[in-house]
């Protein structure tokens, strides 16, 4: 097993060797509260760098905020915020995403079981609906390439990946094919999601200090 880390570094404990070992040391009090660390077939990945405030942070509040009032409003799952911890033995990942919906539907055919641990549930195992991602600098390969190909393995149903770090925010709706992802087609912006039945855009509006505020629409 090798080990990536990106700036600074993290102790991976002797007995992390595989994917078993690494579930239960993510799930202990001696993994690292803070940076982005996964286990991508066969990989520790460890990213420390700081998370941009503008094109990662806001970005994936703008869809917690979006998502988490329509399953509010109409109730048909959950949606789960970045570090909750996504495992899945068939694709060798164990990952913390942007952002997770797992349906009630999922939940009830077994599709994803609640891990529980010594603080109450602390892990989904399986292959949610939706998975989202926002790229930063330090994550554009794992997001882009390993992740997608993972995400696949795992059964998930649609990839949400996104990247603010231009002029304009990319949002790209990955659905799930016969044989690999297919991008839902934009129309003015507005992609189409099967998982949810509704169209999200993704808006960018300036503000008084030159930054961009995040918007996602819902219809």
């Known amino acids: 097993m090798s080990t990536i880390v990106i700036e600074e570094c993290v102790r991976i404990p002797d007995r992390v060797v595989d994917l078993k070992t690494y579930r239960a040391w993510a799930k202990s009090a001696s993994f690292p509260q803070t940076g982005r660390i996964a286990f991508l077939h066969g990989e ?46 068939k694709a060798g990942l164990s990952t913390e995403p942007d952002g997770t919906f797992v349906s009630y539907g999922s939940f009830q055919s077994g599709r994803v079981r609640l891990v529980k641990g010594k603080r109450g549930i602390v892990e989904l195992e399986g292959g949610p609906d939706i998975v989202l991602e926002v790229v930063s600098d330090s994550s554009v390969k794992k997001d882009t390439v390993i992740l997608r190909q993972l995400y696949w393995e795992a059964g998930v149903s649609e990839y949400w990946l996104v990247d603010a770090r231009g002029q304009r925010p990319a949002f790209d709706l990955l659905r799930r ?17 099967g998982v949810l039945g509704k169209s999200l855009r993704l808006a960018a509006i300036p503000d008084r200090i030159g930054y961009a505020r995040f918007k996602v629409e819902v219809r």
């Open 177 to 193: 094919g016969r044989s690999d992802w297919t991008s839902s087609r934009a129309r003015a912006g507005w992609v189409a999601s």
């Open 44 to 89: 520790v990945w460890v990213d420390m760098s700081p998370e941009e405030v503008f094109t990662h942070n806001q970005v994936k509040g703008a869809f917690a905020v979006a998502l988490g009032a329509l399953v509010l409003d109409s109730p048909i799952g959950w949606y789960f915020h970045d570090r909750t911890l996504v495992s899945n033995a």
